[in-house]
């Protein structure tokens, strides 16, 4: 089990900021670096530290600004969303990524959209699952989107079958579980050794809003506990929005909680 970093909460613009977080923690705690190819300046920030961050224990995120593998194949927005992808896993392959999160959608749609989303997404997937291969890169399929957002694609007992019928690697975003009333113990146990990963946020139980772990209604170290019971092996990581990443002291702390936790 690794402790991660999510760069989502540290935008592009002060991208080296990130170090403020992890450096404390000499190695226990990771990065979990998310992608903003659709930034020309990113990609050179990236080279400009890399040495600094191969020091860390490393995961990604998969492309998410401007990116959608649910579009139809051979649009522009798709093949956009592949470029981005491809560049991911090549950084990844060279940083020893642990994996790479996947959505099957970015985007809000309406009820009668779903069905052809969901199509896309699903004919799109062994594209998507051949390139990680390409590069050695392990897939991680995330429960992504939130009901009050009208991004969700997948309910949970949905979310559970399509893991299983793709044969998936699993990463658990425990906020999206919480906010769309998700029974969290009943999906860790029914995916079980798939989940290799979690992200860890906080919300009402409404909205997908990434506070920090304590902030919000999700009784975070029951969490903890049924993690240690049945996925003792799956990697964690803070993933946090940037308005509450500001207080670098407190997300310190937090991190500081889980290592604690997972010394008993």
Not at 77 to 99: F, M
Not at 166 to 186: K, Y
Request: net charge negative.
């Amino acid at each position: 089990m690794t402790l991660f970093f999510s760069t989502n909460a540290v935008p592009c613009r002060i991208f080296e900021k990130m170090f403020d977080y992890v450096e404390p923690f000499d190695g226990k705690l990771g990065l979990e670096l998310f992608p903003e190819f659709d930034k020309p300046e990113y990609e050179g920030l990236v080279e400009k530290n890399f040495e600094r961050i191969r020091r860390y224990p490393v995961s990604f995120h998969g492309p998410y600004y401007d990116s959608d593998f649910s579009c139809r194949k051979g649009t522009e927005e798709y093949q956009r969303s592949i470029g981005y992808l491809e560049k991911t896993l090549a950084l990844g392959k060279r940083l020893h990524s642990a994996y790479v999160v996947y959505h099957h959608n970015n985007r809000a749609f309406a009820p009668g959209e779903r069905d052809g989303i969901l199509a896309n997404a699903r004919e799109n997937f062994p594209e998507i699952r051949a390139l990680c291969e390409k590069y050695g890169v392990t897939l991680a399929v995330e429960n992504a989107g939130v009901k009050f957002h009208k991004n969700m694609l997948l309910d949970e007992g949905e979310f559970i079958e399509e893991c299983r019928r793709l044969d998936a690697r699993v990463l658990i975003d425990i906020g999206h579980a919480h906010a769309n009333g998700w029974n969290l113990p009943h999906v860790m146990e029914a995916l079980g050794s798939r989940i290799i990963s979690y992200h860890l946020h906080n919300n009402d139980g409404v909205r997908d809003l990434h506070q920090r772990i304590f902030n919000g209604t999700l009784d975070f170290p029951e969490f903890l506990k049924t993690c240690e019971q049945l996925t003792p092996e799956a990697d964690l990581v803070l993933e946090y929005c940037p308005q509450a990443a500001e207080d670098i002291r407190g997300v310190r702390e937090d991190a500081q909680d889980i290592l604690e936790f997972l010394k008993k």
